[in-house]
T-cell receptor, first 111, second 115 residues
Framework: GEDVEQSLFLSVREGDSSVINCTYT??????LYWYKQEPGAGLQLLTYIFSNMDMKQDQRLTVLLNKKDKHLSLRIADTQTGDSAIYFCAERSSSASKIIFGSGTRLSIRP | NAGVTQTPKFQVLKTGQSMTLQCAQD?????MSWYRQDPGMGLRLIHYSVGAGITDQGEVPNGYNVSRSTTEDFPLRLLSAAPSQTSVYFCASRSNRDRPYNEQFFGPGTRLTVL
């Protein structure tokens, strides 16, 4: 079945870049998402990428997709304290209704 | 628009009690779903619905029932609560139309503790 894997924790220094990695198993994944969850809140869509794209950039965020290796990454440039959150990778195939989420990566920022 | 609303925000139950977690959305979304979030396990899909009158099981459906009599509401029922159901529950909705990013909107969550 479908599976999405992420490491659980990442700690970076304020001002450095953060790179959060994700692997998935469903080769028919069409849509890949990054969601952000701040403490005590629900998830909010941060960015997305289609499977026919290699890269997407949106201000401080860069998403890289290696479809051959089924590897997705999220890079946050100039990481700020407000970026502290849990980041979820998720995927959906065009034929499926449901979105499959990873376990989430907790990003903490060191001063 | 209120988006996705969930009630209650917090609930404590005793083992064996039943209760219903409420979820409503005012965006006319066809697709609604329930997830539970546990530490280190991410979000696991409990049940989902692609439209009024249609429901289906997700990854972890045991112990939960759902119904979808209207487009707006998608309640989740715990028939006989167990400590293993202690978790944070999120309801989500999105349009079935294949928009470019097909954003799924989440409610604020219900934190349930079963003693």
């Amino acid at each position: 079945g479908e599976d999405v894997e992420q490491s659980l924790f990442l700690s970076v220094r304020e001002g450095d870049s953060s790179v959060i990695n994700c692997t998935y198993t469903d080769s028919s994944s069409t849509y890949l998402y990054w969601y952000k969850q701040e403490p005590g809140a629900g998830l909010q869509l941060l960015t997305y990428i289609f499977s026919n794209m290699d890269m997407k950039q949106d201000q401080r965020l860069t998403v890289l997709l290696n479809k051959k290796d089924k590897h997705l990454s999220l890079r946050i440039a100039d990481t700020q304290t407000g970026d502290s959150a849990i980041y979820f990778c998720a995927e959906r195939s065009s034929s499926a209704s449901k979105i499959i989420f990873g376990s989430g990566t907790r990003l903490s920022i060191r001063p | 628009n209120a988006g996705v609303t969930q009630t209650p925000k917090f609930q404590v139950l005793k083992t064996g009690q039943s209760m219903t977690l409420q979820c409503a959305q005012d965006m006319n979304h066809e697709y609604m779903s329930w997830y539970r979030q546990d530490p280190g396990m991410g979000l696991r899909l409990i049940h989902y619905s692609v439209g009024a009158g249609i429901t289906d099981q997700g990854e972890v459906p045991n112990g939960y029932n759902v119904s979808r009599s209207t487009t707006e509401d998608f309640p989740l029922r715990l028939l006989s609560a167990a400590p293993s159901q202690t978790s944070v529950y999120f309801c989500a909705s999105r349009s079935n139309r294949d928009r470019p990013y097909n954003e799924q909107f989440f409610g604020p969550g219900t934190r349930l503790t079963v003693l």
